[in-house]
C-alpha cells in the first residue's frame, strides 16, 4: 500500500489503535511512545503516522505532551469534583463512571506541628496520624493526598486497611462522620517528586485544596492537603441566592 498522507495506509494505522482501546490492550493515559517509536510498531514512515494520528487528536482520543516524559497519550477522562463536598474521592469517582484505586506511599505518627494544631485545634505537640496516598482513576494517577488526623481520636487507625474511603473507615470504625469541611483552592507547580508520583513533567501545574473537615460536634478531625493533576480535575461548586435561583460554576485547569 502506498504511504500517502491520509491514505490507506494512515486509516490502517487509525483502526489499528481504536482496536487496540476497545479491547483494552490500551487503557486512558496508557503512553504510546514517541514519534518514532510509534512508527516503528506500525511500520510506517514518520509522515504517514502523522497523518494517522491527527484526526485522533481533534477527536479527543489522544493527546500530544512535551518535555522529558512526553509522547503521544491515550487522554483520559476529566474528573468532576464538588467544592467543599463531604463525599469520599472513591464515592464521587463510582458515582462519575470511573474506577478507583489506592496506593498508600506512607504512614507515620507523630506530634503536630503548629498549623497543624491550629488548623485541627489541639494544643501543639499533639499527636497526629500522618497518611500520603495516591490516587488513581480508570487506572492512571489523579492525585496526592495527605491527611492529618487526631491520633486520640483513633488510636489504632494505622492497623485498619488504608486503601479504600478513609471517611467509610471513620464513619464505621469511629463514629465519625464529615458534617462541614472547609477548603482553599489554589493552582501550585509540580515538585519532581510530586511529579514523579503523578506521571507528569516538572513544574506541571496540580490544583491543591487544603481541608479542614468536622464532625457533628463541630470538631474538627481531619486537615488534609490534596494535589491533583490539573489536567484530570474539573471543580464545580453551586450556590443559592435569595430568591432560590441556582448558580453554578465550572473551573477546568
Known sequence: MEESAGGAVAEDVRRRILSMLA?????????LGTEREMAETFAVSRSTLRSALLPLSQAGVLERRTGRSGGTFVRADL???????????????HSGGHTSATRVLATDRRPATSVEAQALEIPGGTDIFIIRRLRYADGVPLSVDLACLVAE?????????????????FRVRYGLA???????????SASPREAQWLGIGHRRPLV???????????????????LFRADRIRLT?????????VARLVSSA
Request: cysteine-free; aromatic content about 4%.
Open 23 to 31: 479491547q483494552g490492550t490500551l487503557r486512558p493515559g496508557s503512553r
Open 79 to 93: 474528573v468532576e469534583r464538588g467544592a467543599a463536598e463531604l463525599a469520599g474521592l472513591p464515592a464521587r469517582l
Open 153 to 169: 481520636q483513633m488510636e489504632d487507625l494505622l492497623e485498619q486497611p488504608l486503601g479504600g474511603s478513609l471517611y467509610e473507615l
Open 178 to 188: 464529615p458534617t462541614t469541611t472547609t477548603e482553599t483552592i489554589e493552582v501550585v
Open 208 to 226: 491543591a485544596i487544603t481541608r479542614i473537615t468536622r464532625d457533628s460536634a463541630d470538631r474538627p478531625f481531619e486537615y488534609a492537603y490534596d
Open 237 to 245: 461548586a453551586t450556590s443559592r441566592g435569595a430568591a432560590g435561583a
